[in-house]
């Protein structure tokens, strides 16, 4: 079942942002699957706004750390706007331990960019 | 006592009906308990669907919720393949404390968590019905800080 997601890019950042109610077995392929063809040779970092989410389960839980797993890094990732269970969820398994959780799309971007700032210095300072 | 049935189809489709009734039923109680039980219904319900009945909408799943006192017992009944016990037994031990992305499996929680959001969790087969049965029981909220 198709899931209902926006997804855009913003200075080789991508944003996706689920605006499905209930994140759970049906959509979570569908997730998985959409997200990793844009993200295939393209932006590595992506924030993920969770804001509209009601109600995750964990199979929409591994559809997410099937993405994470997909980057560079776990720090290419940042999930944003998260509220309810779904921020409990993230509490009781510790998740919120392995994904950067900040509070909104603005805050996420900011971190996402100054990490890509700071490779980019390291890169240039080898050259 | 009160007592509420309700059947689906063996569809993922039916899923977010079945968890919008049970988290409608959960409002009288408090909302770190009530997101509790609707995601264990929900991580029962969806093993039926996958293991049990292999999305055959012809098979159905059945849940028996009641509320007697200070505990809510929810049994989930199907007659599809029965789960392997050593693989039920397995889920009470869910490891969390892998915080490394690289370590993390993508899939395999769900018995887990029903095991550490519940206070007990039943699994039964008997003459080609398959019961988990699940126990909340609400004087444990107050000391229940997951």
């Known amino acids: 079942m198709a899931i209902r997601m926006e997804v855009e890019e913003k200075d080789g950042i ?24 844009r993200l295939e040779g393209k932006s590595k970092k992506l924030v993920l706004n969770l804001g509209a989410v009601e109600f995750l389960d964990s199979s929409g839980l591994g559809a997410i750390v099937s993405i994470l797993k997909s ?3 776990p720090g290419s990732m940042a999930i944003c706007n998260d509220q309810g269970m779904v921020s409990y969820l993230f509490q009781f398994t510790r998740m919120n331990k392995v994904f950067l959780m900040v509070k909104s799309e603005e805050e996420a971007l900011s971190k996402l960019s100054s990490d890509k700032e700071s ?3 390291a890169e240039g300072a080898t050259v | 006592m009160e007592r509420i049935n309700i059947r689906i189809s063996c569809e993922l489709e039916h899923i977010g009906l079945m968890g919008m009734a049970v988290n409608g039923i959960c409002q009288r ?29 012809d098979k159905q799943v059945d849940l028996g919720l ?4 200070n505990q809510l017992k929810i049994v989930i009944s199907d007659d599809g393949h029965s789960m392997d016990i050593a693989r039920f037994e397995a889920g009470r031990v869910l490891d969390f404390d892998r915080v490394n992305a690289s370590d993390l499996e993508e899939g395999g929680r769900g018995l887990g968590l029903i095991h550490s959001l519940m206070d007990e969790v ?3 087969s008997d003459e080609g019905i398959n019961q988990l049965i699940l126990t909340k029981n609400m004087l444990a909220v107050a000391g229940d800080d997951a």
């Open chain 1, 14 to 37: 991508l944003i996706a942002r689920v605006t499905e109610k209930r994140f759970d077995a049906r959509v979570a392929p569908d997730f998985r699957q959409k997200l990793k063809e």
């Open chain 1, 71 to 73: 980057l560079d890094s």
């Open chain 1, 119 to 121: 490779e980019s210095q």
């Open chain 2, 29 to 57: 109680f408090p909302e770190d308990v009530s997101w509790k039980i609707e995601l264990s219904v929900i991580e029962a319900i969806t093993n039926v669907i996958k293991y049990a009945c292999q999305y055959s909408p």
């Open chain 2, 66 to 69: 009641t509320i007697q006192g």
């Open chain 2, 122 to 124: 039943d699994y039964q």
